[in-house]
């Protein structure tokens, strides 16, 4: 007895010290690198278009976080970024970030604190953070004081975008970035079988009959819950359109000059939506829609890309990407962006990124300086997004920017989007070299056919009605989505008789008519100028 | 009276003293980690905003549960959650205890011993996995299921769209991932009897089986009720992560398989609002507390040795 | 166990039921684990075409290659795990071996007003806001090693199901008598109730340390430095990181030329977080598997 337990605590006392020195010896290499930013102290002075403040600004060390995690190269890049901030505004940041996978943990822990940092990308629950007292309120004229360069960017609309009751919350990207899905699909099968160029969910079954009928191993359509439904919005047509979470209540059309919602308590809107339903049912009883899409938890995309089905639906912006992957394996892309009948894509609502300042920082201004020289000047805007040029980055003879000559594009230590800055200008950025021609000529017809559009920007306060919501959204996802996904128990009148019946009953009119009355208001507000 | 009592109070107090200090450290964590935090609960009853924080914010009634008063589904996920938890609750108390007796008294000290760490692996694999697995195995289009079905000339069957198979795998599916971790509470508790009353049951000639039933079971059994009543304490919480990852939003299979942890996940998922949230989550605990209440003081009538509290 | 001497026909019925069921119990929890052990030497690709198997059609190690891609951070969690799983499991089991002494004791007035203030814990809680502002505003314990022994570091239920092995295997007369030879409560408790404890302690000691091993949301509230990264937390943010990544470079238009394995990863992961777990298993389980005579020690 007295020996075993003098063993056993031997190996205790044995895996105490390795794990100390193992914990130990790694933590002392990093303690010395945590002090080479502050202590640069003969930093070039840049001859920066900011004009130099009239009296000496104190020096302070601003704490920011956005989301994600640190490239490799991101503390060296931070490291010239404070150099250079620290010439121009006397001023550096501590960059943190909240990991993507404790967003919906830390994000609002951080708000509740509202210590212990000055600025925090912004497009996180938004509107209801917001509305909650989480951001400091941004007025235009400290806008227009300590961020001159923004000021010039920042269009009326945009700033329209950021608008929650009223008032401002967050510096809003400045750049047009579109806001479309796409359907991606194999265009080599689509050759093989001799089928037409694919405009209609007609040529997608033509297809889908031809997948299921020759190719064994891929299912048509294959994916999440989510990955398969979205197929539905093809049946909907100029009224697919609709913000995240409320689809088929109050979706909107982009061309429609009237500005208005509609959904599944407008006649018009049910008799199309009753239409798709059937659809779907039968493209599920002819098995070309999958039978288990709630328990399917790979997504199309990657599903596509095994081989495994012969659709996915994503963002548009996803198709070089596709490209790269497909022509890897020998296949085609195939592309069929979400535009209205006319032609009209979605431009994302500026606040799609952006940032915002903390309620309780002592830096507010001086936090404004630096997101202004960050987003806008050319300099500092190249440095966060592609690092350091001729380490980093090159720029190519046709202009183009290409990864710098020592970088092994599989392990790219400071990748593009990587280090979380995302709501920097991208205008100015230069294209892509490994974009292809295609997806250059398809994405500039989209950007001319783009426009913002008011009810898509526009954030509803739902406190008066949360309760009705909670329940709004609970039935939709027990009782809507099987239909969209064509599982009916029955027949698809009784379905949707039962969704609706269960609709009432959960008070989604009462959801409707304030979201409806809102957006009138906030229409009203906007259209007048 | 208030003198006598207040003497019985400090007579104890010194009488104990040791005692009293080594249950000093615990109780002030409790009260640091547990009881500082714990008035936060009131937050069910605010408007949470972050400029008043929970102390702050505006009081709001019972607005924060009228969602979960009003879904209409109440007492059907309050009903669901009680009784899935009670079949786990049951199930896993019977085999665990067979399989804690039957290690304990086999043959064969390695097989014992391999076939005891095995059963601990499945308490490793997350229930994602796990999902991923038996989609693998069930789905409806490619899953191995059917394919042998159909190698055996058979219909294929559809079983996420059948409730009632359900109500029989979950069960099967939280044994199986528990059973190493409690069979090993019920083999320790065996190892602690002392192993005289076996050597004088042997002598007076009882086989093995008499010996099981007539002493390790009646030894067990102050543990089993301990196990059962802390197993009741939380009959009104949820086995999220297993019915969220195996079952997900599938509204085939929600009338059956709804439970209050899963329905209201599916309602806030977009409301990004600390109230609501919390008022499931007193909803539960106070039920919880009257059940756990109720329980030990059954228990107590019975037997007052083998209560909570 | 041990020392089966009569093997009558009551043992040979016995022990035939015996292996069938543990042996079945154990053929269904070790498929799954193989599968999973084989998934993650698959390529992504193999996985999304033929599903998972039990016999490899290939070895990959892609998955491996992506953890492991700089090895001094797995390393280094490696440790940090270590050191908080074996101090917090000493420190832990120390303390609610003592508690549960305590408890246990029918000569203490109070043992159930006592009970009850701990268990109350388990029912009610404020929430994760009042929490963090406790540790991070007002304990300062943000970025230690301390919070992460700290949080969670005693299970009211393991405290009571301890005190359940004391009243079982212990006769209330142990404590008396030794009282009377003059001991006090703590040398009573130290040098007569732990070493009769060891089965109990060793299974719940077993418990706490995995609840240590595999703790990843105490970091997810309280560390942001990677350098206090627990094992667990350094795998979960690796693979949800090279899922999110991936989805917003290409949401924007990037190209990127890292295929993230997440299905194989999500394996891997498990493999390399628990593969250590199970080489130290066999120094707990003999306490609980091979049994003690009590009367041993007690003479």
């Known amino acids: ?529 | 009276m208030n003198a006598v009592r207040r003497r019985g109070f400090l007579y104890e107090i010194k009488k104990n003293a040791i005692l009293y200090v080594m249950f000093f450290p615990v109780g002030l964590y409790f009260l640091i980690f547990n009881y500082i935090p714990m008035p936060g609960v009131i937050v069910a009853f605010k408007q949470f905003s972050y400029n008043g924080g929970i102390f702050g914010s505006e009081w709001n009634g019972w607005e924060n549960f009228r969602y979960f008063f009003e879904s209409g589904k109440l007492v059907q996920v309050t009903f669901n959650t009680a009784l899935y938890n009670l079949v786990f609750l049951a199930v896993s108390t019977v085999l665990s205890v067979l399989v804690g007796v039957l290690i304990a008294e086999m043959v064969g000290k390695y097989f014992k011993k391999i076939a005891q760490t095995v059963m601990f692996l499945p308490y490793f694999i997350s229930w994602v996995t796990v999902s991923a697995f038996v989609y693998n195995i069930f789905s409806y289009d490619y899953g191995v299921l059917n394919n042998l079905l159909e190698f055996l000339g058979k219909e294929p069957i559809d079983i996420y769209s059948n409730p009632n198979i359900w109500m029989f795998l979950l069960p099967v599916f939280y044994v199986w991932k528990g059973i190493g971790f409690t069979s090993v509470l019920y083999l320790s508790a065996i190892m602690g009897i002392d192993q005289e009353c076996y050597e004088s049951a042997r002598i007076d000639g009882a086989n093995v089986f008499q010996r099981v039933w007539l002493i390790t079971i009646p030894m067990l059994k102050p543990t089993i009720i301990i196990l059962l009543l802390l197993g009741i304490s939380r009959i009104m919480r949820g086995e999220f992560d297993m019915f969220y990852q195996l079952i997900g939003d599938n509204g085939l299979l929600a009338d059956k398989t709804d439970i209050i942890d899963t329905l209201v996940f599916r309602s806030l998922v977009s409301m990004n609002d600390i109230g609501m949230a919390s008022s499931a989550g007193l909803y539960q605990s106070v039920l919880c507390f009257i059940i756990i209440l109720g329980a030990n003081w059954a228990v107590k009538k019975f037997n007052r040795e083998s209560a909570l509290f | 166990m041990s020392i089966v001497m009569d093997k009558g026909k009551d043992m040979i019925l016995f022990n035939i039921f015996a292996y069938l069921i543990t042996g079945l119990v154990a053929i269904f929890a070790i498929i799954p684990f193989l599968m999973l052990v084989v998934g993650s030497v698959q390529s992504e690709d193999t996985i999304m075409k033929f599903g998972y198997t039990i016999i490899p059609r290939e070895l990959d190690f892609t998955a491996y290659q992506y953890i492991f891609a700089s090895p001094e951070k797995i390393l280094r969690s490696y440790g940090v795990t270590l050191f908080i799983t074996i101090t917090g499991t000493v420190l832990s089991l120390l303390f609610s071996s003592m508690t549960a002494y305590v408890l246990s004791r029918k000569d203490v007035k109070y043992r159930n007003p006592l009970a009850f203030y701990l268990f109350f814990t388990t029912l009610f809680n404020g929430g994760l806001v009042p929490y963090y502002l406790l540790i991070s505003n007002y304990l300062q314990l943000r970025d230690t090693l301390a919070i992460l022994v700290l949080s969670n570091m005693f299970n009211v239920i393991y405290i009571f199901i301890i005190r359940a092995f004391i009243d079982n295997s212990l006769p209330d007369s142990i404590s008396e008598s030794a009282k009377i030879d003059g001991a006090n409560d703590f040398v009573i408790y130290w040098k007569i109730v732990l070493p009769l404890m060891t089965p109990a302690l060793a299974s719940i000691g077993l418990f706490i340390s995995l609840g240590y091993w595999n703790d990843w949301f105490t970091s997810t509230l309280f560390i942001l430095d990677e350098k206090l990264f627990p094992l667990q937390y350094m795998l979960y943010k690796m693979l949800t990181f090279a899922t999110f990544a991936q989805k917003i470079l290409s949401e924007n238009g990037a190209v990127s030329a890292m295929e993230v394995p997440t299905e194989t990863m999500k394996l891997a992961l498990t493999v390399v977080a628990t593969g250590p777990i199970i080489l130290a298993y066999p120094f707990a389980q003999k306490y609980f598997i091979a049994g003690m005579t009590i009367g041993a020690v007690k003479g």
């Open chain 1, 1 to 529: 007895m007295k020996k075993r337990i003098n063993s056993s605590s031997l190996l205790i006392i044995i895996m105490l010290v390795v794990s100390l020195v193992l914990a130990g010896c790694t933590s002392n290499n990093n303690t010395s690198n945590n002090e080479n930013a502050p202590s640069n102290t003969n930093a070039p002075k840049d001859t920066a278009e900011v004009t130099p403040e009239p009296e000496k600004l104190e020096k302070v060390t601003l704490i920011g976080y956005l989301l994600g995690e640190a490239p490799p190269d991101g503390p060296a890049i931070m490291a010239e970024v404070n150099k250079k901030l620290e010439a121009d505004i006397n001023a550096t940041i501590e960059l943190k970030y909240i990991p993507f996978a404790d967003i919906a943990t830390k994000y609002p822990l951080m708000l509740t604190t509202g210590q212990d940092w000055d600025f925090i990308f912004g497009n996180v629950d938004y509107a209801s953070n917001a509305a909650k007292g989480g951001y400091q309120e941004i007025t235009l004229a400290d806008v227009e004081k300590n961020m001159p360069l923004t000021f010039k960017a920042t269009s009326e609309s945009m700033w329209a975008d950021t608008l929650v009751n009223g008032n401002i919350y967050m510096i809003p990207q400045t750049f047009k970035e579109l806001g479309v899905g796409a359907h991606f699909y194999r265009d080599d099968l689509r050759k093989k079988y001799n089928l037409p160029e694919i405009k209609t969910l007609e040529d997608f079954e033509a297809y889908f009959e031809a997948v299921k009928a020759n190719e064994t191993d891929i299912l048509p359509v294959d994916g999440t819950a989510e990955n398969v439904s979205v197929l539905f919005g093809k049946s909907l047509g100029d009224w697919s359109f609709s913000k995240q979470g409320l689809s088929n209540l109050v979706n909107f059309n982009p061309d429609d000059p009237n500005y208005q919602f509609k959904g599944l308590f407008d006649a018009d809107f049910l008799e199309l939506y009753r239409e798709g339903a059937n659809t779907a049912k039968r493209l599920h009883d002819e098995g070309l829609l999958p039978k288990n899409p709630f328990a399917q938890k790979t997504t199309s995309s990657d599903l596509i890309k095994a081989g495994k089905s012969a659709i996915t639906t994503n963002a548009f912006e996803q198709f070089p990407q596709f490209a790269a992957d497909f022509s890897s394996k020998g296949w085609e892309v195939g592309v069929l962006p979400a535009v209205t009948s006319k032609g009209t894509a979605l431009q994302r609502p500026a606040s799609g990124n952006g940032i915002s300042f903390s309620p309780n920082g002592k830096n507010y201004e001086r936090a404004m300086m630096a997101i202004d020289l960050l987003h806008q000047d050319p300099s500092y805007n190249m440095l966060i997004s592609f690092g350091i040029e001729g380490k980093n980055y090159v720029i190519n003879a046709d202009g183009k920017l290409a990864l710098g000559p020592d970088i092994d594009p599989a392990k790219n230590p400071y990748p593009m989007y990587g280090a979380g800055w995302w709501s920097n200008n991208r205008d100015q950025w230069p294209p892509l070299e490994n974009y292809t021609q295609a997806y250059i000529d398809m994405k500039k017809e989209l950007q001319a056919n783009a426009k913002s559009y008011l009810l898509d920007g526009f954030n509803p306060n739902t406190e008066s009605f949360k309760s009705e919501l909670a329940n709004v959204t609970n039935v939709m996802t027990q009782y809507e989505l099987p239909i969209r996904l064509g599982i009916v128990k029955t027949d698809v009148d009784s379905a949707i008789k039962e969704l609706l019946e269960k609709l009432e009953a959960a008070g989604a009119q009462k959801v409707v008519d304030e979201i409806k009355k809102q957006a009138a208001q906030y229409v009203k507000d906007h259209t007048l100028q």
